[in-house]
């Protein structure tokens, strides 16, 4: 292994070198290269653990080569060794993905690893990311091809990454999509706009049980359309999945399915949008086995807003494979210039609500007398949603330019979590967060930033305060365009009901940027905590430490 | 041994990075969606009256609605000055792509708003994170290129535009 990534190298370093040259006939050589790297102290405070081997770092570089018609590429990585939060069967090094396409006029082949997304997801998306350690690629064919106008179809087979290796089973899939404007040209000056694609995806898995006996073909169906007239945009999606038992589900043998609704209406300066997502017993992996972010061979998008700062973000929502009931909700508008709130240079306002719940299940009661049992398990009503809470966010956010130095975003949160479903501790909590922040620009360079985060949490019957309770955190960074920022940053845990765990977690870190290349030091203590992207999750532990970004793109 | 082998690749591929910042590439030719979800291929990312300012972007990224405004702010001067064009692409998934299309209209923004929701486009560009922009001349040519958003980028941004913009007008002379 170590020969061939040292031959790969040396390949690649020489078309670095051709590639720099202006104009040459040797194509396009691009690439990108991320380090992340981390030492671990022990600070049995705040529960940050050390390792034996003090440092660790996840590297990842990515070669990609285009010739006209022809593109390939190759993602090295390295985990010597892998950063804690991600898992350890990462533990190694060496060429992670490689692949090849050709595209002509109207097809596409593609072998080796691919990412591909049917309609939003529902019962298939590979995909890679970095910060949730997840690379869910299928490796092998792919083909897509466009027969007239308007008209998409795709076909896929292949095995599933899982880390260095590859899941047991083996999916296949099919999608196709029309744009009915665009195939037929008597409505292509129509105002509305119809897009109607479906899908079709199997997963083939050996049966090696010896009590069940598991279907080793499991098929998905589903049916998207997408609408459009002026400034309506209505797109949706159901999904359909045949019986799958599996370790997700308990191993019953009830069909999955899925609805999505997006609806939003939109002119200058002013946005309306309505989600829903209705899921029950929607886990598909191409192992019946698998666990947390494993092979998974769809997404389940969660209807609910991504929030970035810290203390909004610190009791994400994950999605509920298994059943949820959700709507999402959210306004935005511009207040304009000169008008009575929106002063000299006009606000910015944002109001989202979300809400997620069970979904209604009734027990199906097994007569042990009947000669086929039924291994449905439960059955749901469609239209009734579950009693239990699962999530519920209420949030105002106004961005507000005062001057030409200063502008400023202040939020309010609402949040009630239910944290035994969605991270299997604890119970249901509440939080109220608020968050300030400014930033002033100094002159055309300079400017400070600082942010005031504060999360106070609900209280347990008995008065203490609910899990880790009260928070309070201040960010100063200075930064200085183009290349320089530094930050200071401390969170303090004021309101822990254990008084002897109200810790500070320091943060001190520089940056430079160049172009595209930035190198980034941190040094301080991390929070223990859930990262998470498109209700997609990653536990990050305590840690205390020094960390190094470096990453490039060329 | 394979520790010093990684040590030769990272220490390579950033000098690589830091010696290629005149890159003159073309975009590559990926389909990714408009926001009322037609396919739109990247190689159709065009201006003819002048350079382009391509951004990939998010709804839940800070950073990159600050460069966002910041570039609304100075759009009509620099469209009137260079015949500029942005495009803004979002790399939102399928969790947060309807939220594209309020938001942008919301606030108003005139770019061309185009939605990557699986990142084919990114990691044909090796995006590794967002805010990252792209400054292209008139004939497509990728010229610049930055990661990351501090208040005040927008004076360097508008820099390269302007001699992107200096550099067409002599071309076609």
């Known amino acids: 292994m170590n020969k061939f990534s040292f031959i790969i190298f040396f390949i690649f370093s020489s078309f670095i070198l051709f590639s720099q040259e202006e104009k040459t006939d040797f194509g396009e050589f691009h690439g990108n290269f991320e380090l992340n790297a981390q030492t671990y102290t022990a600070d049995s405070l705040i529960g940050a653990e050390t390792v034996d081997d003090i440092m660790r770092a996840n590297t990842y570089a990515n070669f990609t080569y285009t010739k006209g018609k022809f593109s390939a590429g190759v993602r090295y990585e390295a985990y010597l060794n892998t950063m804690l939060g991600f898992d350890q069967r990462y533990n190694g090094q060496g060429v992670a993905n490689r692949y090849a396409s050709y595209t002509s006029e109207n097809l596409e082949i593609t072998v080796g690893n691919f990412y591909e997304q049917f309609g939003n997801g529902l019962i298939l998306r590979t995909y890679e990311d970095k910060t949730l350690g997840i690379d869910n690629s299928l490796d092998g064919i792919r083909l897509r091809y466009a027969p007239i106008k308007g008209i998409r179809l795709t076909g896929l087979i292949g095995e599933q990454k899982l880390y260095w290796e590859y899941g047991p089973g083996i999916v296949r899939g099919f999608d196709g999509e029309i744009s009915v404007n665009e195939t037929f040209k ?75 609704i997006n609806a939003s209406w939109s002119k200058r300066g002013i946005g309306f949008l309505a989600n829903i997502l209705r899921l029950d017993n929607m886990s598909f992996r191409s192992d019946r086995s698998a666990k947390i972010n494993d092979l998974n061979i769809n997404y389940l998008p969660a209807v609910v807003k991504t929030h970035t700062y810290a203390y909004a973000a610190m009791y994400p929502f994950a999605t509920q494979p298994n059943g949820q009931a959700g709507a999402n909700f959210e306004f935005f508008y511009t207040f304009k210039r000169k008008s009575t709130l929106g002063g000299k240079y ?36 469609f239209f009734a949603v579950g009693k239990e809470l699962y999530f519920r966010d209420f ?14 975003a202040v939020i309010y949160m609402y949040e009630d979590y239910n944290k035994l479903v969605i991270q299997g501790k604890y119970g249901i909590l509440h939080a109220d967060i608020g968050i300030l922040d400014f930033t002033y620009k100094f002159n055309s360079k300079n400017a400070l930033r600082v942010e005031n985060e504060i999360l106070v949490s609900g209280k347990e019957s008995s008065g203490r305060k609910q899990d880790h309770g009260d928070w309070y955190m201040l960010t100063l960074e200075y930064t200085s365009s183009p290349h320089w920022f530094f930050a200071l ?31 980034q030091i941190n040094y301080g203590k991390q929070r223990e905590g859930v990262t998470c992207v498109g209700g997609v999750c990653r536990n990050v532990p305590a840690a205390d430490g020094f960390t190094l970004s470096v990453s490039s793109t060329f | 041994m394979k520790s010093v082998s990684i040590l030769i690749i990272s220490l390579f591929s950033f000098i690589a990075g830091f010696s290629q910042n005149e890159t003159k590439s073309e975009l590559p030719s990926v389909d990714i969606k408009t926001l009322t979800g037609e396919t739109f291929n990247t190689s159709d990312i065009k201006n003819p009256d002048g350079p382009i300012f391509l951004s990939f972007w998010a709804t839940w990224c800070k950073p990159c609605i600050k ?22 692409v979002s790399i939102d998934d399928a969790k947060s792509m309807s939220r594209v299309a309020p938001f942008v209209n919301g606030r108003a923004w005139e770019f061309e708003i185009l939605l990557d929701p699986n990142s084919d486009f990114k990691r044909a560009m090796n995006v590794i994170n967002v805010p990252h922009s792209f400054i292209l001349d008139k004939n497509g040519k990728i010229i610049w290129q930055h990661n990351s958003y501090s208040p005040g980028d927008e004076d360097e941004i508008y820099k390269v535009i302007k001699k992107a913009a200096a550099k067409n007008n002599s071309d076609t002379q």
């Open chain 1, 395 to 408: 949030n105002i956010e106004l961005n507000k330019k005062i001057s030409k130095k200063l502008k400023f």
């Open chain 1, 346 to 381: 006009g606000m910015n306002l944002n109001v989202n609500f979300s809400q997620v719940n069970s979904i209604q299940k009734t027990e199906i009661i097994v007569n042990p007398n009947d000669e086929i049992p039924n291994l449905n398990s439960y059955t749901s009503d």
């Open chain 1, 489 to 519: 940053s401390d969170q303090y845990n004021y309101g822990n009901p254990e008084i002897n765990r109200r810790a500070h977690y320091y943060v001190i870190s520089g940056g430079y940027t160049k172009g595209a290349n930035r190198i």
């Open chain 2, 67 to 88: 460069e966002l405004i910041a570039v609304d702010e100075n759009y009509a001067d620099w469209q009137e000055e260079t015949g500029l064009k942005v495009y803004a």
């Open chain 1, 186 to 260: 008597k409505l292509a000056e129509k105002q509305t706009k119809i897009i109607l694609g479906g899908s079709f995806v199997s997963k083939y898995q050996k049966n090696l049980d010896p009590v069940y006996n598991f279907p080793e073909n499991v098929g998905a169906f589903s049916g998207r359309l997408s609408l459009s007239r002026k400034s309506l945009i209505l797109s949706s999606e159901y999904a359909y999945k045949i019986n799958d038992p599996s370790s997700d589900n308990g191993n019953i043998f009830k069909d999955g399915n899925a609805l999505l």
